[in-house]
């Protein structure tokens, strides 16, 4: 069983997962229904995950982040790890549900664009740059979690705006339940991602420098979700907006660490 | 099969007949014995809600049985007129689907509501204690909870609140995840107002406020709601402090605009705010709703809610008795198997 055949699998279960919650909703039903079936189709869904990036990390005998589809695969399986991790601790309901069809999207385009390309010349391997980068991916998995949550919390906001809430303003948590565990998430990822980048500066010093894009791209990155989680630490803005920074944040991450590594190129 | 139910419910008799022949819950036990001898049943339960009396058995001859259950109810409540117009009756299958009915709630004045099911607990518990029930009625009282929690947990039959008080609660619960921790301030003492407040306070609400121009009343239902009172001209600098706002005051203008809510939004660091204008003419300019972290309902939209949750309700009924059919089916094939 290669990797590629395993996130196929992975995606079928994320897929899974997404319709068994489409058919919840649209039955109308209380949020406890089929909860369990669903995150145990996620669940099986992310240990084969786990089991393409381990095949994939023994195939090139070190972390699997050396091209842009390891990359995808390994932000998808962290925002999978982060809904494991506060899905059931906040019981937040739904929360899968918005989570999985996010996950196949960044999987499927993964498998299907040319983006799964060997390097010629394999960079010179080093634990201190695998970690950092490690460490990077798994704050990007915070983060489009907090995408997530941001987006859900939009959604029960126009509900609730609209003075004619439908079925999904009983599925989904009270906004400011939302708008707690997305401060939260974003500040946890914007941790580990200063964590990543120091260890980043440190693994450069000793295996030499990093292709400006990417120091560049990380810089941007680093200073725009710095600024989101400031504006929230100063109260300059919540709820709504600081729903709609993360969301633009996270999107603008993966749009621009594409246009990044192909500059770096 | 040998099940019979006779009763009356909100359908069937005006709730002067109905408070007639209630049991005390008190005496139910006692009451369920007396009624195997008066009707000779071999096995006997009753149901006894505000909204209904029923009495369950399992007899050799149900339709003697059912007319001695008939007289046993006037007997027992010492009824001198006849009651019988306002009865019904079910013998065998249709029994066990009028109890999985009632259980489901979807015979209930309230459509879907689930206080029903801890009542016929309460009673089930009542007739066991007292040794008036067997195999037969064990069986069915017992797939009458499975059937009822299954039905509430794969179809939307209480789904959505089909009261305005309830709306709002609703509303206030999908907007803070915990209504312990915030603080609710009504604004005039009316029906409706009281109502709500006492709805969010079922509900744990953390601390109420009241005032009203009337300051005696205003401290009347502080008291009743474990709240305390604040005087008429305090409530614009108490209003930073509150999470949930219920209003329903005779002013004849808007008395929370956009220019008074805007300061004191800020004061609320982006916490959010839950208006409930029940006042005719309204209380609260419209445009409140447009803020930010602002969430404002009148007394349409939250009679609007109700109606439409009513609807859906309503909707799922098929879908509920089609569940309920093949439960039937299943319940009736074991009691003709057990000759029962």
Not at chain 2, 64 to 91: C, I, N, Q, W
Request: aromatic fraction near 8%; proline fraction near 3%; charge should be positive.
């Amino acid at each position: 069983m290669n990797e590629r055949f395993c996130l196929w699998l992975a995606v079928g279960f994320y897929v899974t997962a997404s319709a068994l919650t489409a058919r919840r909703l649209q039955r109308g039903l209380a949020a406890g229904t089929l909860h369990h079936v669903n995150v145990a189709v996620v669940v099986a869904g992310f240990l084969l995950h786990t089991l393409a990036l381990v095949l994939r990390g023994q195939h090139l005998h070190r972390c699997p982040v050396t091209n842009l589809f390891e990359v995808q695969v390994f932000i998808a399986w962290s925002a999978i790890l982060f809904y494991l991790l506060i899905g059931p601790s906040y019981r937040v309901s739904f929360l899968g549900a918005f989570t999985a069809p996010l996950v196949v999207a960044v999987l499927v385009t993964a498998l299907l664009a040319p983006i799964d390309i060997v390097a010629k010349a394999p960079k010179k391997h080093s634990a201190w740059v695998e970690t950092h980068a490690a460490i990077g991916i798994v704050a990007c998995g915070a983060l489009a979690l907090a995408c997530v949550v941001g987006l859900m919390y939009l959604v029960q906001e126009r509900q609730l705006k609209s003075r004619r809430p439908g079925r999904l303003l009983l599925l989904l948590p009270a906004v400011d339940q939302l708008d707690v565990i997305g401060f939260r998430l974003l500040a946890v990822g914007f941790a580990l991602l200063t964590i990543g980048m120091v260890g980043g500066v440190v693994a450069h010093r000793i295996v030499g420098a990093c292709p400006w894009p990417k120091t560049a791209w990380t810089l941007v990155v680093w200073c725009l979700y710095g600024a989101l989680l400031g504006g929230r630490v100063m109260d300059v803005w919540g709820g709504r907006k600081a729903a709609l920074g993360v969301i633009v944040a996270f999107i603008f991450t993966l749009a621009s660490y594409w246009g990044a590594t192909w500059l770096a190129k | 099969m040998n099940l019979v139910v006779v009763g009356l419910n909100h359908r069937s008799a005006p709730v002067g007949v109905r408070e007639r022949l209630a049991f005390p819950k008190a005496s139910l036990g006692e009451a369920t014995c007396m009624l195997l001898g008066a009707a000779q049943l071999k096995e006997a339960a009753i149901i006894s809600t505000c909204n209904r009396v029923e009495l369950y058995g399992l007899a050799a001859d149900t339709a003697a049985a059912a007319t001695g259950m008939r007289r046993y109810l006037h007997d027992y409540h010492k009824v001198a007129g006849s009651l019988d117009p306002h009865f019904y009756e079910f013998r065998g299958r249709d029994c066990i689907t009028h109890l999985f009915e009632v259980g489901a709630g979807l015979d209930s004045m309230v459509l879907g509501e689930t206080e029903i099911l801890g009542q016929i607990k309460d009673a089930y518990a009542a007739a066991q204690q007292a040794g008036a029930t067997g195999p037969a009625l064990n069986r069915l009282f017992q797939k009458s909870f499975a059937a009822a929690k299954h039905i509430r947990s794969h179809t939307a039959i209480t789904q959505g609140s089909t009261s305005v008080a309830n709306v709002a609660v609703e509303l206030a619960e999908h907007i803070f995840r915990d209504l312990r921790a915030s603080t609710v301030m009504v604004i005039g003492t009316g029906a409706m107002s009281e109502a709500t407040a006492k709805a969010l306070r079922s509900r744990g609400a953390g601390t109420i406020l009241v005032c009203g121009r009337d300051r005696e009343r205003a401290a009347a239902l502080a008291s009743q709601l474990g709240g305390q009172p604040i005087h008429y001209d305090d409530w614009p600098a108490e209003f930073h402090k509150v999470d949930i706002v219920i209003s329903a005051t005779a002013a004849p203008h808007p008395i929370v605009t956009p220019v008074k809510l805007g300061p004191l939004m800020k004061l609320r660091h982006h916490r959010p705010l839950f208006l409930i204008d029940i006042g005719v003419p309204r209380d609260i300019d419209q445009a409140c709703g447009d803020m930010e972290n602002v969430f404002l309902y009148n007394m349409d939209n939250l009679q609007q809610i109700a109606q439409e949750n009513l609807a859906a309700r309503e909707r799922e009924i098929t879908v509920c008795r089609t569940m309920i059919a093949e439960r039937v089916d299943t319940l009736a094939k074991w009691f003709e198997e057990h000759s029962l």
